[in-house]
């Protein structure tokens, strides 16, 4: 293949090369350095391995064999910071961390081809690429603690901070870990990216943590080449930024081997002994633009591009090699044109690995649902004396009176809290206040600051800490006060949570369950921003589960489900609460009491599981079947009485799963009748409603379908939000219509 003007730039300033006098090769390569001549060699031979496979990139896609052109070359310097820390230590990585993962593979005792070999099938979209299966080319193992990040820009960052407070966490709580206990978490990242939201998140909280005297073990390294794709870094950005308090900050340039090992050693140290935040800035180059399609010269000068090939570390490596006297400029070329040959050999084996060949095989690892462990799992309980301590001798099943929707939520929580010590409760305002609305209140007097604590207020870090905490083993619960709120941080959710079992093949999973305040018709208490009905962008995110529980009962169980869902399978659980139902206590007539209901000892948990997917219905009519969900439930069960009271015989149906949504029963329901009615509290366009529709159609329903739906509108305050909000008359005239 032709060469690169990289790659002849390098071939030619190597062979001009003077050789120094021969050194120990146990001695440091230069002086005043903790790097050794041997260990230098080593990692020339990774760098060299990074670079070269960015060579075999750009030809696998000239023969339209590969699909991945993002490159490492000019950061090869990270094959240092791999050196500086332990195989075990978590590290989620930079698009351009070759070296880093070359290195570590090498570390751990694996050849060195396999480290190569590794990333040529993730190249060509290999189903037996190590980590994604041909989804993507990520950096990962789950054999070398390189958790995959794919290329959104900074998302990592806030999980990478969740990583270093699981580490602090377990060894603490005495609970399993997936880090040993001093290990530290390794997070690395390009100098734009310093500027995204969800990299200031991280910063912020790790300062914040540490400010506060909590322990955080996280190396921030920020590989800083002065370009995000065309636009430039000002200079000095980077050092302004990460200058934060309690964070310490340590600059080494990226391009000499020596200097980043150096530094790397000194900011791990810090970070392992001090359990606090150290951020690594290298000064590296971006060498062969930003990747294939890039043309480099259409936003630099020529002078520009040739001075950066005069810093390329491959090339300093190099030069350290030969000035020490540990290698010949002859013996480098040799080396280099005889990897070169190999490389590009096993590129083209790589083209003949296998490919995914099935949309059945491609979706496998979004989520997989073994119904009958999360049933086995579900209704597990602790010890009876764990929960008299728990509930302090006042069990919930023996309460004088049933529970509400909120009251049961606590109750089940902390029944979660007993039996599950990795199980952790955390977000704004849910510890000493026990949230907005009380439904984490008194947990933390309980279970401990702990497992039970208050977050900054930021939906992305949040979220970031369950990230991070639940690819450590542990079970985050986190809350989001409203879910509007939600929005300010939903990749953390669909680029993050959503991809992480997708994109390692299930070794990396994200158990969590994220309970959301939602919904609409607040009385006292409104705005959009309190008063939100939209989840159409949680509806489109492959493989989480969306749980819109109405009744206290249906809350308890389908909790109960979620949180052995996320345990056995690592599923990515949303726990929407209606937050008008919290303390509803009737439902017909004020006194009835018709919203309440008791809760439900451990012995009753198996005969009142409730799977995922499944519905409830009410009712046995045959005339017609109203499908709903949250407040639409209660609604449409008020619907549904005076209907009946004009001789309508009505069945009503509660999908409780918002994804996946429970087909098999919704069909049964709708066919006994041949009449649907969807009453959905979303909007028009893009609620739940629509879904239903098509799925319902698809599955081949030929009755009568309507729907009647809240308006394409944000929600105003006071009485004004009435008239943009599905109604109980709309629902009984929409009915009435339908029956005609």
């Known amino acids: 293949?032709?060469?690169?003007?990289?790659?002849?730039?390098?071939?030619?300033?190597?062979?001009?090369?003077?050789a120094g006098a021969p050194r120990d090769p146990a001695l440091p390569i230069k002086e005043g350095?903790?790097?050794?001549?041997?260990?230098?060699?080593?990692?020339?031979?990774?760098?060299?391995?990074?670079?070269?496979?960015?060579?075999?990139?750009?030809?696998?896609?000239?023969?339209?064999?590969?699909?991945?052109?993002?490159?490492?070359?000019?950061?090869?310097?990270?094959?240092?910071?791999?050196?500086?820390?332990?195989?075990?230590?978590?590290?989620?990585?930079?698009?351009?961390?070759?070296?880093?993962?070359?290195?570590?593979?090498?570390?751990?005792?694996?050849?060195?081809?396999?480290?190569?070999?590794?990333?040529?099938?993730?190249?060509?979209?290999?189903s037996d690429e190590p980590i994604a299966g041909?989804?993507?080319?990520?950096?990962?193992?789950?054999?070398?603690?390189?958790?995959?990040?794919?290329?959104?820009?900074?998302?990592?960052?806030?999980?990478?901070?969740?990583?270093?407070?699981?580490?602090?966490?377990?060894?603490?709580?005495?609970?399993?870990?997936?880090?040993p206990g001093d290990a530290i978490a390794v997070c690395s990242f390009g100098d734009a990216s310093i500027n995204h939201a969800s990299a200031l998140s991280a910063f912020n909280t790790a300062s914040y943590a540490t400010y506060q005297g909590q322990p955080l073990p996280i190396l921030f390294v920020c590989e800083d080449n002065g370009l995000g794709i065309s636009v430039r870094t000002p200079k000095g950005w980077v050092e302004a930024a990460a200058?934060?308090?309690?964070?310490?900050?340590?600059?080494?340039?990226?391009?000499?081997?020596?200097?980043?090992?150096?530094?790397a050693v000194r900011a791990a140290e810090h970070v392992r002994t001090t359990r606090s935040p150290a951020f690594l800035h290298l000064s590296t180059v971006r060498l062969m633009g930003h990747a294939g399609s890039d043309v480099e010269s259409s936003y630099r000068t020529q002078r520009e591009i040739r001075a950066d090939y005069e810093r390329d570390p491959l090339l300093r490596t190099a030069a350290l090699l030969v000035e020490a006297g540990l290698a010949t400029p002859e013996e480098l070329l040799r080396r280099y044109e005889a990897e070169r040959e190999h490389l590009l050999r096993m590129a083209l084996e790589a083209t003949r690995a296998p490919k995914l060949t099935s949309a059945r095989e491609i979706i496998e690892p979004l989520a997989p649902r073994r119904a009958d462990m999360i049933a086995k799992i579900s209704p597990v309980a602790a010890e009876p004396?764990?929960?008299?301590?728990?509930?302090?001798?006042?069990?919930?099943?023996?309460?004088?009176?049933?529970?509400?929707?909120?009251?049961?939520?606590?109750?089940?929580?902390a029944d979660a809290l007993a039996v599950y010590p990795e199980m952790m409760v955390f977000g704004e305002d849910v510890a000493k206040k026990g949230g907005v609305y009380g439904v984490t209140r008194g947990l933390?007097?309980?279970?401990?600051?702990?497992?039970?604590?208050?977050t900054l207020l930021d939906e992305q870090a949040v979220l970031g800490l369950a990230l991070g905490t639940g690819v450590s083993r542990m079970l985050p619960v986190p809350e989001i006060q409203y879910l509007a709120y939600l929005h300010n941080a939903l990749d953390q959710i669909r680029g993050e949570a959503a991809t992480m079992s997708f994109f390692s093949r299930g070794a990396y999973r994200n158990p969590m369950v994220v309970r959301v305040a939602g919904y609409a018709y607040?009385?006292?208490?409104?705005?959009?921003?309190?008063?939100?009905?939209?989840?159409?962008?949680?509806?489109?995110?492959?493989?989480?589960?969306?749980?819109?529980?109405?009744?206290?009962?249906?809350?308890?169980?389908?909790?109960?489900?979620?949180?052995?869902?996320?345990?056995?399978?690592?599923?990515?659980?949303?726990?929407?609460?209606?937050?008008?139902?919290?303390?509803?206590?009737?439902?017909?007539?004020?006194?009835?009491?018709?919203?309440?209901?008791?809760?439900?000892?451990?012995?009753?948990?198996?005969?009142?599981?409730?799977?995922?997917?499944?519905?409830?219905?009410?009712?046995?009519?045959?005339?017609?079947?109203?499908?709903?969900?949250?407040?639409?439930?209660?609604?449409?069960?008020?619907?549904?009485?005076?209907?009946?009271?004009?001789?309508?015989?009505?069945?009503?149906?509660?999908?409780?799963?918002?994804?996946?949504?429970?087909?098999?029963?919704?069909?049964?329901?709708a066919e006994l009748t041949g009449k649907v009615l969807i009453?959905?509290?979303?909007?028009?366009?893009?609620?739940?409603?629509?879904?239903?529709?098509?799925?319902?159609?698809?599955?081949?329903?030929?009755?009568?379908?309507?729907?009647?739906?809240?308006?394409?509108?944000?929600?105003?305050?006071?009485?004004?939000?009435?008239?943009?909000?599905?109604?109980?008359?709309?629902?009984?005239?929409?009915?009435?219509?339908?029956?005609?």
């Open 385 to 413: 004396s764990a929960r008299e301590k728990a509930f302090a001798g006042q069990l919930p099943e023996k309460e004088d009176k049933p529970l509400t929707l909120s009251q049961a939520i606590n109750r089940t929580l």
């Open 33 to 126: 350095s903790t790097l050794t001549g041997e260990r230098c060699r080593e990692l020339y031979d990774r760098q060299q391995g990074s670079r070269l496979l960015d060579i075999a990139a750009r030809w696998l896609r000239e023969q339209n064999e590969g699909f991945y052109t993002i490159g490492s070359a000019g950061h090869e310097g990270n094959a240092a910071v791999a050196a500086a820390v332990r195989t075990t230590d978590p590290a989620l990585l930079h698009y351009r961390s070759g070296a880093f993962y070359l290195t570590r593979s090498v570390m751990a005792g694996r050849l060195p081809e396999q480290g190569l070999r590794d990333v040529l099938l993730g190249l060509t979209a290999s």
């Open 243 to 263: 200058r934060r308090p309690g964070i310490e900050y340590i600059q080494a340039d990226g391009c000499d081997l020596a200097e980043v090992h150096d530094a």
């Open 134 to 179: 041909g989804r993507h080319k990520v950096f990962g193992h789950p054999d070398l603690a390189i958790i995959p990040q794919t290329s959104t820009i900074a998302s990592h960052l806030p999980r990478s901070v969740g990583v270093a407070l699981a580490i602090e966490r377990a060894r603490a709580l005495g609970v399993a870990s997936a880090w």
């Open 444 to 454: 933390q007097k309980r279970f401990g600051a702990g497992r039970v604590f208050d």
């Open 679 to 740: 009453a959905d509290e979303s909007r028009r366009t893009g609620g739940v409603s629509e879904g239903i529709v098509a799925e319902m159609l698809d599955a081949g329903f030929t009755g009568q379908l309507a729907r009647v739906a809240s308006a394409d509108s944000f929600i105003p305050l006071g009485e004004a939000a009435n008239h943009v909000l599905l109604s109980e008359a709309e629902i009984e005239q929409a009915a009435r219509k339908l029956l005609t």
């Open 522 to 669: 607040q009385k006292g208490f409104g705005g959009h921003f309190h008063n939100d009905n939209s989840i159409a962008a949680l509806r489109d995110i492959p493989g989480i589960v969306i749980a819109s529980p109405s009744r206290p009962d249906d809350a308890s169980a389908m909790l109960r489900t979620c949180l052995a869902a996320a345990r056995t399978e690592g599923s990515v659980c949303v726990f929407i609460e209606p937050i008008a139902l919290y303390n509803t206590r009737d439902l017909f007539d004020e006194g009835d009491s018709g919203w309440l209901a008791p809760y439900a000892p451990p012995t009753r948990w198996a005969e009142t599981h409730v799977p995922i997917g499944r519905a409830r219905g009410y009712g046995d009519g045959r005339d017609l079947t109203i499908v709903t969900y949250g407040n639409g439930l209660r609604m449409s069960l008020r619907a549904a009485v005076k209907l009946t009271q004009d001789g309508v015989s009505c069945r009503v149906l509660d999908l409780r799963w918002l994804a996946p949504l429970p087909m098999e029963d919704l069909m049964r329901a």
């Open 1 to 18: 293949m032709a060469r690169d003007t990289v790659e002849t730039h390098f071939t030619d300033a190597v062979a001009t090369l003077k």
